[in-house]
């Protein structure tokens, strides 16, 4: 969240940022609660230094055999006026935290102001749109004719947005995730498999909830989430810790099945691995020093972008505007795969700097020397990939006239050797 000295000196700011995020969150009431808080802070602090010399002065009354019952009978009338106001203040602070965690993220100077996606521009581009002498395939027809993936039989089990892999389908699923958590250990993140199940703390404290609680796979009758993305389990790792400066950054690659009810998407990408209930991802997450979060993104989105470069397989990076970015966002940057079905390029990665605003929430600090008072981190989180788009990508990028598809030669050697997905 943001700081609240923040949003109480900067206001009008804050509400500006909302309008070019066209958010309709309304901050009408949040200066007379704010105000009402503070009041009922200055009483209770009044009252607390009376009571507090009272008791002294009993003490004193006492000491000389003077009667302190009439005094002390006015300092349990103050105790229960404390009590009141306590309470009072209590669901005074209740109702502006609701206003505060409803607040989003404040975006970087850069950040272009847009409405939405087709306001995304363009920052670069790697390899051209495959071409083909044939019309090219989607890749769920792709799947079902090469007998690797079965649409059919998942909805008759679990309903729609669902997805059976068989055979080289699951081989080339489970072959993606293996290149790359090796790639990235490779350039510096430590491996992590994490829970799949979180906490309503957890959730909160990355910025699900309590904004995003439709989207979201609750666990009945308790309090606790399937993981929506592995940036759930690995940014809450360090939560209500404080961190040695010196060992900072810490970066993490973090494998975890993902769950999310697309609570909204009705009729969107209804049919493929584009958007489903379940799947997999490889997610890359950073920790790191405040004056380092700018530089520590660019070289994740390069880090999520080596991916598809030795897949060999085009991208483009477009830099998200104002109405497209996430909630906890400061700037994004989205990683789009050329598929060639649909002639254009989609989402299989995003990579965002979310500065201290989930820090504050969670309460990760670092010091940076044992005398110094804490200080947020910056935490930074992207996928690394979308394994289901990453499969998806692939099977249409390298499909064959014939309905084959030809393994990249990265994933070769994850394959066992299989170099053409054949029927």
């Known amino acids: 969240m943001l700081d609240i000295k923040f949003v109480r000196d900067h206001l009008d700011d804050v509400k500006a940022m909302l309008e070019r995020r066209h958010n309709p969150l309304s901050l009408d009431d949040f200066e007379s609660i704010d105000k ?52 009072k203040l209590k669901e005074t602070e209740a109702r502006l935290n609701a206003i505060m965690l409803s607040i989003p993220n404040m975006p970087k100077e850069d950040v272009p102001i847009g409405k939405d996606d087709t306001e995304n521009p363009e920052v670069r581009k790697w390899g051209e749109p495959t071409k083909f002498s044939f019309t090219p395939q989607a890749h769920w027809d792709i799947g079902e004719n090469l007998d690797i993936l079965d649409f059919e039989r998942a909805h008759k089990v679990s309903g729609a947005r669902f997805t059976f892999y068989k055979g080289l389908g699951a081989r080339l699923e489970r072959a993606c995730i293996n290149f790359m958590m090796d790639l990235h250990a490779k350039q510096g993140y430590t491996e992590m498999l994490a829970p799949y199940i979180v906490t309503r703390d957890s959730m909160t404290g990355t910025g699900q909830l309590p904004k995003f609680a439709e989207d979201m796979f609750k666990l009945e009758g308790l309090d606790q989430y399937l993981v929506p993305t592995a940036e759930v389990p690995a940014t809450n790792f360090h939560r209500q810790e404080i961190l040695d400066a010196a060992k900072l950054p810490e970066h993490y690659t973090v494998y975890t099945a993902s769950f999310r009810a697309e609570a909204g998407s009705a009729g969107k990408d209804t049919r493929g691995l584009i958007r489903q209930h379940q799947f997999n991802k490889v997610e890359l997450i950073k920790f790191c020093l405040p004056e380092n979060s700018w530089d520590e993104l660019e070289g ?10 030795l897949l060999k397989i085009p991208y483009h990076v477009v830099l998200l505007c104002t109405g497209d970015m996430g909630f906890t966002s400061a700037k994004t940057y989205d990683i789009e795969v050329w598929m060639p079905s649909q002639d254009r390029y989609r989402e299989i990665s995003s990579c965002s700097n979310c500065l201290d605003f989930q820090a504050r929430r969670a309460s990760i600090k670092f010091r940076r020397s044992p005398k110094d008072k804490p200080e947020f981190c910056h935490t930074l989180n992207g996928s690394g990939l ?8 692939i099977l249409e990028n390298y499909q064959q006239e014939d309905g084959s598809v030809v393994v990249p030669d990265a994933l070769v050697p994850y394959m066992g050797g299989v170099k053409v997905i054949g029927k």
């Open 300 to 309: 994740m989105t390069h880090d999520a972008e080596e991916v598809l470069q």
């Open 386 to 393: 979308a394994v289901g788009r990453t499969v998806a990508a």
């Open 36 to 87: 009402e808080r503070r009041n009922i802070l200055g009483e209770v602090e009044e009252l607390k230094a009376k009571r507090n010399a009272a008791s002294k002065e009993v003490g004193a009354m006492k000491k000389k055999g003077e009667d302190a019952s009439a005094l002390m009978q006015e300092m349990r009338e103050v105790g229960d006026e404390i009590a009141k106001l306590d309470e």
